[in-house]
């Protein structure tokens, strides 16, 4: 099993449906972009000397290129690094490093700092420049045949963001990425060939794992000239691809709404919009439905477990005549097709409908491990089962809501506070750009609650408004102690927002 076959299949039956478009321009067509990627495998085996199961990493800004370099590296057996184009120099000398890469793929903008990443890799034993000319002779040659491999064998390893410590690389097989890939279609969509998918998030994340479903359909994948995500810019691209897909993360679903270009998206040109990675609040999912329509479909899921663990479709977000659909907005949703799902306690033991828990997944989705290391792996896989580090509880219905990470839970007094409850409150408040909420350690009652607060520009709110507001729709118990208006929340390179780095400031 190899994860290239996804591309041949789609080169014999959507041939001359475009794959790849730059811009507003057709860059290659499904049979031209398999014959390319087959004879740029030779040069990875012939050229530089790669054999089955080598790491080639890649560290670039969203362009076409990118779908070539993985297809490439999957053909010939190898196993595809992609390294997230934001991350500083020390963050990529550690993957380089720890991932044995012997290869790096890169765009211009950032070839000077893996260069400089490099001197801590000694393994690292060339860097492509995709623009030059040695990129270009990749293309000139006879095609290859596609690589026999293992579904065993790792084909996307994977570096956690590292919000507290150092990344690990989980290791995703053939058989992980097909599994996801088919329960796109079991769960989110089945797009239609011809239709598309705008590239507006890296690459490196989410939206490239998406691009597994989007090749098996015959969908031209289009990528951004600006090489980032542009509200206008992403627009005018679905306007020209039309029926097109898109992953985003909840902070840039928000700047679309807000942003007055997305008045211009034509009727049909928006098919689907999946978002994860981080909280949708319910207020700002309501703002996107009565703006987009039923377009919006969210995923939950981990780089452990890609894209894969529950999701709430279009249909559930569009359902405001069932009598919880509040609530459902405010969940995760049902546990998706591929996986079992379950909520338990500290020893593993399920816990009953509406008990707070440890999230826990199994099945062929799941990672065979962390890439050397074996004390990390022992820890999150245990009898088979993955131990997300999530806190949530099921409802009667099945829906996964949840509370937080572990290690974000306060305990006050003896009680369990979650803060994305309070944050979802505070976000009510319509000077409340963004919030975060932390506890800080009291002597009476072990921790309080602070909540940092980022106000709309204009826009003023004071700690006795939100201290109203947290009355009205919560326990007092939970209701923040202390305020801290700030500029901007600290975030990674994901777009999660840093608690380690807010607790500094306490």
Not at 130 to 146: E, H, K, L, N, W
Not at 420 to 428: F, Q, T
Request: hydrophobic share 40%; aromatic share 8%; with cysteine.
């Amino acid at each position: 099993m190899n994860i290239a076959h996804l591309l041949l299949g789609a080169a014999q039956e959507f041939r001359d449906i475009a794959a790849l478009a730059r811009g507003d321009t057709v860059h290659l067509g499904y049979r031209d972009l398999w014959r390319r990627v087959s004879v740029m495998s030779t040069h990875l085996t012939v050229r530089f000397g790669l054999t089955r199961g080598d790491r080639v990493a890649f560290a670039m800004t969203n362009c076409v290129e990118s779908i070539e370099v993985m297809y490439a590296i999957w053909h010939a057996g190898l196993c595809a690094v992609p390294m997230n184009a934001k991350l500083h120099a020390r963050e990529f000398a550690f993957i380089l490093e720890n991932s044995g890469a012997r290869l790096c793929f890169v765009t211009p903008d950032l070839a000077a700092t893996i260069a400089e990443a490099a001197k801590e890799a000694p393994a690292l034993k060339e860097i492509v420049d995709v623009t030059t000319r040695a990129y270009g002779f990749m293309a000139v040659g006879d095609p290859s045949t596609i690589a026999d491999c293992e579904p065993t064998d790792t084909a996307w390893l994977f570096y956690t963001s590292g919000t507290t410590g150092r990344p690990k690389g989980a290791m995703l097989s053939h058989r992980n990425l097909l599994a996801m890939t088919l329960n796109y279609y079991a769960d989110v969509d089945r797009p239609p060939a011809g239709a598309s998918m705008v590239h507006a998030a890296p690459i490196s994340h989410g939206s490239g794992l998406w691009n597994f479903p989007m090749v098996a359909r015959g969908v031209t994948q289009v990528f951004p000239e600006s090489g980032h995500y542009d509200v206008a810019e992403t627009v005018g691209l679905m306007n020209r691809w039309p029926d097109c897909s898109i992953f985003l993360a909840p902070t840039m679903v928000k700047r679309l709404i807000e942003h007055a270009s997305a008045a211009d998206l034509k009727p049909g040109a928006l098919r689907l919009i999946s978002y994860g990675g981080a909280p949708m609040y319910v207020s700002d999912l309501k703002r996107a439905l009565d703006r987009l329509g039923s377009v919006l479909c969210q995923l939950y899921g981990q780089g452990e477990s890609p894209m894969t663990i529950t999701h709430l479709s279009r249909e559930m977000h569009a359902a405001r005549q069932h009598p919880r659909w509040e609530a459902r907005l405010a969940s995760a949703g049902l546990a998706d097709t591929c996986v079992e799902v379950r909520v338990v306690d500290e020893q593993g033991r399920k816990v009953p409908v509406g008990e707070v828990g440890e999230i826990v997944v199994k099945g062929d989705t799941v990672m065979s491990g962390y890439w050397n290391n074996p004390e990390a792996t022992a820890k999150s896989l245990r009898d088979g089962w993955l131990w997300t580090g999530d806190v949530g509880a099921f409802d009667e219905d099945g829906f996964l809501t949840l509370k937080d990470r572990s290690k974000d839970m306060i305990i006050s007094g003896g009680s369990n506070i979650y803060p994305r409850e309070i944050e979802d409150v505070l976000n009510l408040h319509p000077a409340v750009a963004e919030c975060s909420v932390v506890g800080r350690p009291h002597p009476e009652w072990g921790e309080e609650v602070v909540a940092f607060v980022v106000s709309r520009p204009g826009s003023k709110v004071t700690p006795a408004e939100l201290d109203r507001l947290c009355l009205d729709n919560i326990a007092r118990f939970k209701r923040p102690k202390d305020y801290r208006f700030i500029d901007a929340l600290p975030k990674n390179n994901y777009g999660k927002i840093l608690k380690t780095e807010l607790r500094t400031k306490l």
